[in-house]
């Protein structure tokens, strides 16, 4: 038989999904998840207690760290040295623990992170707390089991006779589990478990009236009383932690920011550092100086700030931006009965005063046993004193102490325990003074076989020894919360005064889609002209605003979608520069294209709306606020019918009439007012009847009788038609003409549609683009006054196989 056939065949996805199960097993139990018990991870149970078992204890001096290191490694935990040194670190650094449990000697790191010094040059002992966690410890209150070589034993827990878990909090990842539970005040814990043992069905609002909530070591302020009881309640919830500040006045009407507490886990030299580049970086406009103050006298940092700099914005933007605030998201995930749980704050408690009745039962029957065994040794040797003549005469005829021994159980009725005390009875016990102390020594070992007996055998009584014992904890360790509670949530706004420094400024956006943002003084340098702006060749500006940097932009796209742009996330260029694509800055589709851009300072400006205008001539009106967004991608501002699209968009008092003007020369005037204001993503309402071939080509916002409306056509036509020849309509109507198209083979032709129409009061100059790429300047003042029904005059020579495509109006 070859050595193959002794193989079995296995699946790859067996074998290692077999194998880890068996890890991930390992490291929830073993490793990364505390005891719900004793609130310790494994690594930090085996440090404490070769710490004691090798007498490095508070009143002893301190030992070399690697010493401890060591005796764990060698005698518990079978892993790398620097896995235990880290843990041991931990115990030690009193900004994580809010009450250490390692007392160390030298350098164990710093708040900012700095490494602590090797293991070969600290020292250590335990606290004095962590004398409570395995206080009793050697009364057989734990059970013990062999270590990973079977040399020695070592506990499966810890007496813990405080709440660690809670007191202490922890932080841990496993495979499928991880765990986040805060520190809290020792006080409130202790005082929390004793009220649930006073009554057992103790609600957790009542509860929540001690413990109000986690206590960071590092202090600051906590934000989230719904948090907090969701995560008591479940195991799970978040808050928000900020850190204290305070706003101080110096001379010549500066002020700064002190920050005297962070939050709990954030690193001081990488917040400094996250503010520092705040201000290099201009981020915010105030800041002058970013400085570390801390010292032996406790954290302190310094924002100094510029002269008459918003104090109050420039603090919300640091908590917004940087981790001077922070959220924090309780995971309570506890072994319990080597399993891991998701646990609230009940149950926490529940298994902590199961550990201690358990504690106290074991220490009880410990103690039983020895009292027991003395008030039995006692009893024989009162007795053989009061026969001590006879006691005397029988050793002394004996052999040998085994038959001195014989001859007492046999002669007396000693037991052979009693025999062998009266054996080794010292001759001066047998004084007088001696012999009383006996009696008395008795009648104290059977008060406490009394004693025992009744915690033994009473719930109340074992409760109220746990209840005498913890209180003792907490007034010799008990210390003031640290940790501010505030049961709202504050909602962070920063107002853009703080973050962009208010400046007017140029945006310009060309046919192409090319935006830029240029000051006013690039504008001026460049001499000061409008139309020499930088613009890539065939391409020309369509929108040129006068903006300041506080406003936003409100693009409109003919396919009905929406951005808002703020001006000062508009990149900056220069003024003969062409700018970046629009694509660059917001996410707007290639088959797109954008209809208007209005700026905007205040959305809940009351009685504006937006109106839109579509080239099948539906007309819509929504409020301004409806456009208020936070989103950087576009969303819907108009819903739009199959091969429908936006041609005009304005801001508006709702005080005016439309005047609609079509392609094919027929125009409607009707007041704003019969549009009703409607959703944002309403699709509108007809503005004018249209022709099957007809489409609106342009909309203008007019009032009154005075002023003209100046329309030209695709050939260069224009005329300019009394504004009062032009009646207001109702709504919806086929409109009347505005524009006569000549027809017939021997006439010459003044167009086949309308480009564009202009509600004119004072002359302006217009730009006429042709197909063929030039521009041509005209001025409204060129079109001829004549009826609307008329043919206008030519003021832009056209050629044969060219046409006007664009008409803008020069600021």
């Known amino acids: 038989m070859s050595i193959l056939e002794n193989f079995l065949p296995a699946y790859l996805e067996e074998m290692v999904g077999d194998r880890f199960g068996r890890y991930s097993k390992y490291i929830i139990q073993d490793r990364a998840i505390p005891d719900v018990r004793d609130g310790l991870k494994p690594v930090q149970r085996r440090i404490l207690y070769a710490m004691y078992d090798a007498g490095n204890t508070p009143d002893k001096q301190y030992r070399k760290s690697a010493k401890t290191v060591g005796d764990v490694m060698g005698n518990y935990h079978p892993h790398g040295d620097s896995s235990i040194y880290d843990g041991m670190v931990r115990m030690a650094q009193p900004w994580k623990m809010g009450h250490m449990l390692v007392d160390g000697h030298g350098n164990w790191g710093s708040i900012d992170d700095d490494p602590p010094a090797a293991m070969r040059y600290t020292e250590a002992r335990l606290s004095e707390i962590a004398m409570e966690l395995l206080r009793d410890i050697e009364k057989r209150t734990v059970q013990f089991k062999d270590n990973f070589d079977n040399s020695t034993k070592e506990p499966v827990v810890l007496p813990s006779r405080f709440p660690n878990l809670l007191v202490n909090g922890v932080s841990g990842i496993s495979a499928g589990f991880a765990t986040e539970i805060p520190p809290h005040n020792l006080r409130e814990v202790i005082d929390a478990c004793i009220a649930l043992m006073d009554n057992p069905d103790q609600s957790l609002e009542d509860l929540m009236g001690i413990v109000k909530g986690p206590d960071f070591p590092t202090g600051g302020i906590i934000m989230g009383e719904e948090g907090i009881r969701d995560a008591y309640r479940t195991g799970k919830g978040r808050i928000y932690v900020r850190s204290k500040t305070d706003i101080e006045d110096l001379r010549g009407g500066k002020q700064q920011i002190v920050i005297t507490e962070i939050p709990y886990q954030v690193v001081k030299s990488r917040l400094v550092t996250a503010m520092e580049n705040i201000r290099l970086e201009k981020k915010i406009e105030g800041i002058a100086e970013v400085r570390d103050e801390s010292g032996r006298n406790g954290l302190r940092i310094v924002v100094e700030l510029k002269k008459e700099a918003d104090a109050q914005g420039i603090l919300a933007y640091l908590f917004k931006k940087t981790d001077l605030q922070v959220t924090y998201n309780f995971n309570m995930v506890a072994i319990v009965n080597k399993t891991p749980k998701q646990l609230g704050l ?466």
């Open 346 to 811: 009940l149950d926490i408690l529940r298994a902590y005063i199961e550990h201690q009745k358990e504690v106290v039962t074991f220490r009880s029957r410990y103690e039983l046993e020895k009292a027991e065994d003395r008030a039995h040794v006692l009893e024989g040797l009162v007795k053989a004193l009061n026969i001590l003549d006879e006691v005397i005469a029988t050793i002394k005829a004996s052999k040998n102490r085994q038959d001195a021994q014989n001859n007492l159980v046999q002669q007396y009725g000693f037991t052979e325990r009693q025999a062998d005390a009266i054996l080794t009875l010292q001759l001066y016990r047998l004084t007088n003074l001696e012999i009383h102390s006996l009696e008395k020594e008795h009648k104290e070992a059977m008060k406490t076989i009394a004693y025992l007996q009744g915690i033994l055998s009473s719930t109340k009584k074992l409760l109220g020894v746990i209840k005498e014992e913890i209180t003792g904890i907490r007034n010799k360790y008990g210390i003031d919360r640290r940790s501010d509670i505030q049961g709202e949530v504050e909602e962070l706004k920063v107002n853009l005064e703080v973050m962009v420094t208010a400046e007017d400024v140029y945006v310009t956006l060309s046919n192409e889609g090319y935006i830029k943002r240029t000051s006013k003084l690039s504008f001026t340098r460049s001499g000061g002209e409008i139309e020499n702006t930088g613009v890539k060749e065939g391409d020309y500006v369509r929108h040129l605003l006068e903006v300041n940097t506080l406003e936003s932009l409100m693009i409109f796209t003919q396919k009905g979608q929406y951005y808002l742009l703020p001006v000062h996330q508009v990149p900056e260029y220069k003024w003969k520069e062409n700018g970046t694509a629009i694509v660059n800055v917001i996410p707007i589709p290639k088959d797109d294209r954008i209809v208007n851009v209005i700026p905007i300072k205040d959305f809940e400006d009351p009685g504006k709306s937006v109106v839109f205008v579509t080239k099948n001539g539906q007309v819509k009106r929504t409020e301004l606020k409806e456009y208020m967004t936070n989103r950087t991608t576009g969303i819907v501002a108009c819903k739009l019918g199959e091969g429908d699209a936006v041609i005009d968009v304005r801001l508006s008092q709702n005080n005016k009439e439309i005047l609609l003007v079509t392609k094919l020369g027929l125009s409607i005037r009707f007041r704003e007012d019969e549009v009703n204001p409607m959703g944002r993503a309403a699709a509108g309402v007809r503005g004018i009847q249209l022709k099957e071939d007809d489409e609106v080509i342009a909309s203008e916002w007019v009032e009154g009788e005075e002023g003209e409306v100046f329309v030209i056509s695709d050939l260069g036509y224009a005329k300019r038609s009394l504004l009062m020849d032009y009646s207001v309509q109702g709504r919806g109507g086929k409109g009347i003409f505005t524009f006569e198209f000549k027809e017939g083979k021997r006439v010459k032709p003044n167009g086949s549609r309308l480009v564009r129409a202009f509600a004119v009061k004072e002359a302006f100059h217009l730009v006429a683009v042709l197909g063929s790429g030039p521009k041509i300047t005209i001025y409204t003042e060129d079109g001829p006054i004549e009826e609307r029904k008329s043919f206008g005059k030519q003021i832009v020579a056209v050629d044969k196989n060219d046409a006007i495509t664009d008409v803008l109006r020069l600021s």
